[in-house]
């Protein structure tokens, strides 16, 4: 029985691990190889540099721009979406008429692409016409015709703007998965208490949903990490690099600039940062574990 | 007690109210980007210019979607994202059912360690193994194919697809596979007669969920293909701004046109949408 078992199990995973290993893994470890070269994806030849790629990101102006605007970004696109999904989460919780309708409208986003999502961002912003301009228009400021993505001040803030939009709806059913598991005769002896709205949601209801905020905080951050085609689209990096991140910033320097040697010594450290982020997100799924069962 | 209503007025209770506006203005907010291209798609270039996107037309113009649709460009972007995002789809639930049912029922020593790499694969930035697949596709000249994204939609879609029927076949009670093995089924009977049709709803979660990513996905055909031959629809819009520069009618209908396969998914689907969603996430 065992030694058919053992057989199974070969036949079965053979095929999983394989593709797995050899689209994922090797590549993953091949970068850090890469890292150490100057290889410009065309030549088969490359030479070692040794550690001169991890030192010219020391002196990469545009490297220390992306690591500065990567934290921006990471930190408003944890914020933004988190609080707001919360917050509707909170709101579609008590049974209100056309629960199912709203949930729908906050979650449809999430399955329009980061282009396409861009691009609908792209209009509101534009500065003649987009909705944006019109309304400060309406709002008695008939010459405004700020371009909100030609700017090296606003750019950032605007795609933040337009993913978080995307993700709202994400965290916003995290929540609501949460919220489902506080028992609801919590909340009634609360009220029979004597507990106001706001002292509910505050003391009872957000530290009862630290399970899912440590879900959404994880996910957030990882997704953010990963997030290109909307600064892709939207700005490309521009203007003046003032939205570059570290993901743009690696595909620019391997695929349009052909340094991939270099390109791969970025990814390394954006894998680092993300086996971070990971580390953490499993410690402290560890240890809500243990405090919430 | 008849009289409760006269002799102690029910207390007014503010807050469905209030929270049914408030949700209703979220909601418009919510609606208005999406709202403004559905506008702007059924509107003349010249009115767009005149600053007229944002109010409801009194004549749908639909040329715009005309331009889209008989584009043979258009036609050629479907296509091969069909080609890319449907076998791939598939093969990436295959493989998460065969890896699935051995960590489910299967467990071996290491097991757990083997599963939980396979799922971590799920966090990486894709940026991570850019450099090494453009050198191992470009060495097996396969750079400008449909192959490659394939190939790495399959393989980054395991880790998903591994965890999702993990969980599922777990669900599935032992005492079924040893009554199925004691009837002399072998293994692959087990996974395919009784594990997989007890399973259709996890397969329906991840096929929506896989569908939907590859058909978005726009970093893996941007690497891997260079011929607007072998663009897929997410490239296409990229470069039919090009050609439509201020036609924005036509870039809206495009966008709509280019989401439409993915909306209707998420609209009849939405329950497993959102059960993969959180499922992926919370059991990560």
Redo the contacts between chains.
């Keep these: 029985m065992e030694s058919q078992n053992r057989l199974w199990r070969v036949l079965l995973l053979a095929l999983p691990i394989l593709v797995f290993s050899v689209l994922v893994i090797w590549p993953l470890l091949s970068s850090f190889y890469y890292s150490f070269t100057n290889w410009n994806g065309f030549n088969r030849d490359y030479e070692f540099l040794g550690l001169r790629n991890f030192a010219k990101i020391w002196t990469d102006r545009l490297f220390f721009d992306a690591i500065v605007n990567t934290t921006i970004w990471m930190a408003a696109a944890l914020v933004l979406p988190t609080l707001t999904g919360l917050f509707l989460a909170l709101l579609l919780d008590r049974q209100v008429r056309g629960a199912r309708i709203f949930k729908t409208v906050f979650y449809l986003p999430i399955c329009l692409s980061a282009i396409v999502v861009g691009q609908i961002w792209i209009w509101i912003y534009q500065p003649d016409w987009g909705l944006l301009n019109t309304f400060v228009k309406l709002a008695g400021n008939p010459d405004f015709n700020y371009a909100w993505l030609a700017r090296p001040d606003s750019a950032l803030f605007a795609v933040i703007v337009a993913w978080s939009w995307q993700q709202t709806g994400l965290s916003m059913v995290i929540y609501l998965a949460g919220l489902t598991s506080i028992p609801s005769e919590m909340l009634e002896v609360c009220e029979i208490e004597g507990a106001t709205v706001w002292q509910r949601i505050w003391r009872v209801v957000i530290p009862l949903l630290t399970p899912s905020t440590v879900v959404v905080v994880a996910l957030s951050m990882i997704n953010s990490l990963k997030g290109f085609d909307i600064l892709y689209i939207m700005t490309g990096g521009g203007p003046f690099n003032s939205s570059d991140t570290l993901a743009m910033h690696m595909y620019n320097e391997s695929f349009k600039k052909y340094l991939m040697g270099y390109g791969s010594a970025i990814s390394v450290v954006l894998f680092l940062i993300a086996l971070t982020i990971i580390g953490v997100y499993f410690r402290q799924l560890r240890k809500v574990d243990e405090i919430y069962g | 007690m008849a009289d409760v209503a006269t002799s102690v007025p029910a207390r007014f209770n503010p ?2 109210a209030t ?2 506006v ?2 209703c203005i ?2 418009a907010l ?5 709202a ?2 559905l506008l ?1 798609s059924v509107k003349t270039t010249r009115a ?2 005149l ?4 109010s409801v037309p009194d004549r749908i113009y639909l040329e715009n979607y005309a331009e889209v649709l008989f584009n043979p460009a258009v036609h050629r972007y479907f296509l091969n994202t069909i080609l890319v995002t449907v076998p791939a789809t598939f093969a990436s639930i295959a ?2 059912v ?2 699935g ?2 960590f489910a029922k ?1 467990p ?1 020593r290491g097991s757990n360690i ?1 599963f939980l ?2 799922v ?2 799920m ?14 596709f ?1 060495g097996l000249g396969l750079i400008d194919t449909l192959w490659p994204i394939i ?2 939609h ?3 879609g ?1 880790p998903i697809c ?1 965890l999702l029927m993990r969980n599922f076949f777990a669900a599935v009670p032992n005492a079924l596979r040893e009554a199925a093995l004691i009837e002399g089924a ?3 009977q087990v ?1 395919t007669r009784v594990s997989l049709p007890l399973s259709l709803p996890a397969l329906a979660v991840l096929a929506t969920l896989q569908f ?1 990513w590859i ?5 893996w055909p ?2 891997f293909t260079q011929s607007d031959e072998m663009r897929t629809i ?1 490239i296409g ?2 470069n039919l701004r090009g050609q439509y520069t201020v036609a ?1 009618g036509v ?2 209908a495009l ?1 709509l046109v ?2 439409l396969p ?2 209707v ?3 009849f689907f ?1 329950r497993y ?2 059960k993969g ?2 499922m992926g ?2 059991k990560g």
Excluded: C, Y
């Design positions: 807050w469905p929270v049914f408030a949700l979220l909601a919510f609606l208005a980007p999406t403004g291209v702007s767009i210019a600053g007229d996107l944002w493989l998460g065969l890896a049912h051995v299967l071996f083997l790499i396979v971590s694969g966090f990486f930035p894709p940026q991570v193994i850019l450099v090494p697949l453009f050198r191992l470009n190939l790495v399959t393989a980054l395991i591994t072998n293994e692959w996974l939907t058909w978005n996905d726009f970093l941007l690497i997410m819009i990229v924005w870039q809206g966008s280019a989401s993915t909306l998914i998420f609209l939405q949408f959102i969603m959180t996430a919370i």
